[in-house]
């Protein structure tokens, strides 16, 4: 909170605003002068806001302050956004008693305040707290005073100090030379040991999904599951976050602040969030929205797993919104006050019936379906949903007679490999992104692709009619196959697997890959 004291009765006070997870810098100047005792708040405040000065004055009057004979004045700059919510009461009551002269300490001008005022003086905590924890440090701030919330485990920051407090007197005992008082907060509980519910060892059969799951995983891939009823879509996508790697520190800050502005509960921070919405679910809930808009589905599957079961169940309208999410990983709400942006950047799994009575394709059961509804049916899926997938799974059922239940990998040891292939990604480009979601441009530099490998992409894409975005994933799924297997760089080999992830039908495929046979390009170009 930086006070610059520009005359002998006013003077500015930081504060952080929040847009969504976004935070700017919020000044709150204030004016005193002589004159009817009023308080008058301006810069786009809104009720809660506005509410701020029956706090300030009544917690200044109870602390022995009382604004008697005085006229204040109370901008908010930037004065075009909208403020929301109390955190500004901590700044706007400094202010107040700097100006008023009540206040002789200097306040530090690299530090900010958050944080809302009860009328006993009291400092309570306030929605969106670790979002302007977060804020703070991406601003550069390098003191922030927030009030203490025993809820909230230990949040360490580098470069940012991080003050609790419980009232207002805190902060001036502070200016005046004691140092903060220390509280026992919950460890954080980054380290925990993950406790998972589903392992694939309890996974029957599927070694050609479970393959494919795994390259999600690696790579960040959506993943889209088609099927008849009870072939295991929905087990191996709730499996699917047993084998993703613990959240890192930011991460977890990230999942609590979108939670905490959710108002949502989540059990574990370390486990990456697994969301799965009913197919029932309005548009408003899955992307995010409201009058005070809030985080949606995408937004809570941040940096976790949004599953959609039955995915041609859902309205057309609500799965055309997932275009923006799937593509840029974040999402945009616009309000006539407002526009908020909250971040979307979740592995995308979804399943769905290849009919609406499940059996078009089946060799075991009669499917009752016109040619004509199952059109219909598959159409509620639109291109370009469809377009922005990555990998196109076909499910059949399996016979539990004749399987060995023994020698089934675990959870944990497909794990390793997926943390040991995110590595590997990690270290080639400088940063902690995944082949998913790096930029194109970026992943060629790194991993180019030979010249008989671009002319098979180019036949291929010309036979099949592929669009840009299509050829682009399966080179990305190349990347991650290539680095699962160890390879420096993008093998025919890995090429062809990728090739075969963008199917939707492999009828004879799956034995030829599991089994290990070398395929060539001339192969795949016969299918």
Known sequence: ?????????????????????????????????????????????????????ERVSATLHSMGFPLVDMKVVINLSPAEQKKNGPLFDLAIALGVLKSGDFLKENIPDDAAFIGALSLDGSVLPVEGMIAAVLAAKKLNLKRLFLPFDPTLPKIE?????????????????????????????????????????????????HDFAKWALEIAAAGEHYVLMDGPPGCGKSLLAETFPSILPSLSKEAQLEKMSLYQLAGADDSSLSMPPYRHPHHSASAVS?????????????????????????????????????????????????????TVTYPAKFIFLAAMNPCPCGYFGSKTQYCTCSKKQIQTYQNRVSGPVLDRIDILLSLKSVHLKGHDFQGIESSEVIKQRVQIARERQYQ????????????????????PLTGEQQQLIQRLSVREALSNRVQIKMIRLARTIADVKGENEISDESLLEAMTLRKLSRPTLDTKLLTGEKRTIDDYIKR
Do not use: W
């Open 157 to 205: 920051m580098d470069d940012l100090e991080l003050i609790y407090i419980q009232s207002l007197q805190d902060v001036i005992d502070i200016f005046s030379g004691q140092p903060p008082l220390s509280f026992d907060q919950p460890e954080a509980v980054k380290d925990e040991e993950q406790v998972v519910d589903k392992d694939f060892q309890q996974v029957i059969g």
């Open 286 to 338: 899955l992307i995010g929205g409201g009058t005070n808009p809030k985080p949606g589905e995408v937004s809570l599957a941040h940096r976790g797993v949004l599953f959609l079961d039955e995915l041609a169940e859902f309205s057309k309208k609500t799965l055309d919104m997932l275009r923006q999410p799937l593509e840029n990983e974040q999402v945009t709400i616009s309000r006539v006050h407002s």
């Open 428 to 447: 080639r480009y400088g940063e902690k992104v995944c082949n998913g979601s790096v930029p194109y441009e970026h992943l060629l530099k790194m991993s």
């Open 1 to 53: 909170m930086d006070i610059l004291e520009e005359s002998n009765m006013s003077s500015k006070v930081t504060s952080i605003g929040l847009k969504g997870l976004q935070g700017y810098v919020v000044q709150a100047e204030v004016q005193v002068m002589d004159g009817l005792e009023s308080i008058v708040i301006v810069g786009l405040p809104d009720a809660s806001v506005k509410e701020s000065k």
